[in-house]
């Protein structure tokens, strides 16, 4: 009937995880909950208002040989562009952050981690809890869906035809080791006043089946003829 679900919350328990581990009792669950989508909301504010505005990084593409110039200006809806996901372990006295991150360049500055844990605990207001902030760089970076949108965001901000931009996103990931990829990209495409969808795959792409590990993400891109809506599937493997 049409009906869709997430391939991530459809296969957690088999090749996906949760990406947060802690444990409350029913009356204090919703306040964990709050807790965590303010710590989340808190690094990604913290990205976008530390980013130097104007800062450029430079993207290889393999198949074309050409160095691409990724500038890092981000907008109020693009805060977490190089984040692929945020990791919260929570014990007794303690709270884990890790920060799952592309291109750690910002966070490495001297004083960056130590800046980020006191406006995420003025943010928790933990008296008795200690913020731990970890920070692990995605070996592959061009194998994470959120990197690919992100790029494609860019490019579509350039002006840059959307047929290219998915192409050249697609070639990007043969730096990785995946066995499919789909994507899609939905709203005002060119500046049409009619709304449609295009879509461009390679490789195979088994949805239905559980023990494929398949990552998604969806992005809203904020562009002058408004919001474009990018989905973008990738197949790793299958166990």
């Given at each position: 009937?049409?009906?869709?679900?997430?391939?991530?919350?459809?296969?957690?328990?088999?090749?996906?995880?949760?990406?947060?581990?802690?444990?409350?009792?029913?009356?204090?669950?919703?306040?964990?909950?709050?807790?965590?989508?303010?710590?989340?909301?808190?690094?990604?504010?913290?990205?976008?208002?530390?980013?130097?505005?104007?800062?450029?990084?430079?993207?290889?593409?393999?198949?074309?040989?050409?160095?691409?110039t990724h500038n890092r200006k981000?907008?109020?809806?693009?805060?977490?562009?190089?984040?692929?996901?945020?990791?919260?372990?929570?014990?007794?006295?303690?709270?884990?952050?890790?920060?799952?991150?592309?291109?750690?360049?910002?966070?490495?500055?001297?004083?960056?981690?130590?800046?980020?844990?006191?406006?995420?605990?003025?943010?928790?207001?933990?008296?008795?809890?200690?913020?731990?902030?970890?920070?692990?760089?995605?070996?592959?970076?061009?194998?994470?869906?959120?990197?690919l949108a992100e790029y494609i965001?860019?490019?579509?901000?350039?002006?840059?035809?959307?047929?290219?931009?998915?192409?050249?996103?697609?070639?990007?990931?043969?730096?990785?080791?995946?066995?499919?990829?789909?994507?899609?990209?939905?709203?005002?495409?060119?500046?049409?006043?009619?709304?449609?969808?295009?879509?461009?795959?390679?490789?195979?792409?088994?949805?239905?089946?559980?023990?494929?590990?398949?990552?998604?993400?969806?992005y809203p891109i904020r562009t002058?003829?408004?919001?474009?809506?990018?989905?973008?599937?990738?197949?790793?493997?299958?166990?």
């Amino acid at each position: 009937m049409g009906q869709k679900i997430n391939p991530l919350g459809f296969r957690l328990g088999t090749t996906q995880n949760h990406h947060s581990f802690w444990f409350a009792q029913p009356k204090n669950y919703s306040e964990g909950l709050q807790e965590d989508k303010k710590i989340r909301n808190c690094i990604k504010n913290y990205i976008q208002k530390n980013r130097k505005k104007g800062s450029n990084r430079k993207i290889e593409s393999d198949s074309s040989s050409e160095v691409i110039t990724h500038n890092r200006k981000m907008d109020s809806g693009s805060s977490s562009e190089v984040i692929t996901h945020i990791e919260i372990k929570k014990e007794i006295d303690t709270i884990h952050v890790i920060i799952h991150i592309g291109f750690p360049n910002l966070l490495k500055k001297k004083g960056a981690i130590e800046e980020l844990e006191k406006d995420l605990q003025k943010e928790v207001n933990s008296v008795n809890q200690r913020l731990n902030i970890a920070i692990e760089k995605v070996k592959e970076p061009y194998r994470q869906p959120n990197i690919l949108a992100e790029y494609i965001a860019f490019q579509l901000k350039n002006r840059v035809s959307f047929r290219k931009a998915m192409k050249k996103a697609i070639e990007l990931t043969k730096k990785a080791d995946i066995r499919g990829v789909k994507v899609k990209i939905a709203g005002r495409l060119a500046g049409k006043e009619i709304a449609r969808a295009e879509c461009i795959k390679k490789g195979r792409l088994p949805l239905q089946t559980i023990r494929a590990k398949i990552d998604y993400c969806c992005y809203p891109i904020r562009t002058i003829y408004g919001v474009l809506g990018v989905k973008i599937w990738i197949f790793v493997d299958e166990e």
